[in-house]
Structure formats: structure tokens, C-alpha cells
């Protein structure tokens, strides 16, 4: 048996042609075969017809109906502006929200030293209170402690 040997360039014309071309071949073959061999023949093309793969050429139109139970349509091809508008949205969206906690960490961040800076002006120190490490916390605790009792 010769094996046929699809390129690049065989077009479903072509393998449609050698299909039949094969299969008027088994047909021709087959009418000397007694009628239970004929029989089974008929069971076995009938399986195979069944169990092949369907041309995505007519997939690409239908609608099918999912194992969910939604019914889906033919997917639909290219990029037009809305599917490029709904895939940037998310993006804007993060960007956006990244940009407005950055601000309000700063916000927080300056109305926390400004605090710190008002405390130290208004209170009467002594020079040594500026180089302990400790102190910058002391007045931290002092705010938190007097925003309570106010």
C-alpha cells in the first residue's frame, strides 16, 4: 500500500479528491468480500465517520452549548477598538489606584513630620533632646497620647 504524503501546499480540494479516489478504491475491492466481512466494513466506516475530527471551517460559524450549559458563539476574530479599550481598562485602573496611594502615603508622611517639626518649635528643649535617637519616637508617643485626651 502506497502512503500518501501531505506538503504544504495540498489544499482541502486536494484531500477531498484523494478521499474519494481512496475510498471508490475500497468500494470496488470490498464487493468480493463475502457478506459478514461487508458487514463489519460497514460498522467500521461508520465508527470512523463518527470519531473524525470535525473541519474547523464549520465550527467557526456555529453555535455550540458548553458542558456549563451557556451557550457560546462563533469567536469572533481581530482586535477592534472596544476589545482594545476593555483589555486597557484594567491597566488604567491599577495605574490609577497605585497613583492615589502614593499620594495620600505622602499626605501622611508630611502631616506626620510637620507634627514632629511643630512639637519640637514649640517645645522648650535642650540641645541635647535633638541628638538622642530615642526622642524622635518619645514625640510620637507624646502625639498619639495627646490627640486621645483632646
Known amino acids: 500500500m502506497k502512503n500518501f504524503q501531505t506538503s504544504a501546499t495540498a489544499t482541502t480540494a486536494d484531500m477531498d479528491l484523494w478521499g474519494r479516489t481512496l475510498a471508490a478504491q475500497l468500494d470496488v475491492a470490498s464487493q468480493d468480500l463475502g457478506h459478514d466481512i461487508g458487514e463489519r466494513l460497514r460498522v467500521a466506516r461508520q465508527m470512523a465517520l463518527k470519531t473524525r475530527p470535525i473541519p474547523q471551517r464549520l465550527l467557526r460559524h456555529s453555535l455550540a452549548l458548553q458542558a456549563n450549559g451557556t451557550l457560546s458563539g462563533p469567536p469572533d476574530e481581530g482586535l477592534n477598538l472596544w476589545r482594545i479599550l476593555a483589555s486597557a481598562l484594567p491597566l488604567l485602573a491599577l495605574v490609577s489606584s497605585l497613583m492615589f496611594i502614593q499620594a495620600i502615603q ?19 528643649l535642650p540641645p541635647d533632646a535633638y541628638t538622642d535617637p530615642g526622642f524622635v519616637q518619645f514625640l510620637k508617643i507624646q502625639l498619639h497620647q495627646n490627640a486621645r485626651h483632646d
Open 106 to 124: 505622602q499626605d501622611l508622611a508630611e502631616t506626620d513630620i510637620a507634627s514632629l517639626d511643630s512639637a519640637l518649635l514649640l517645645d522648650e
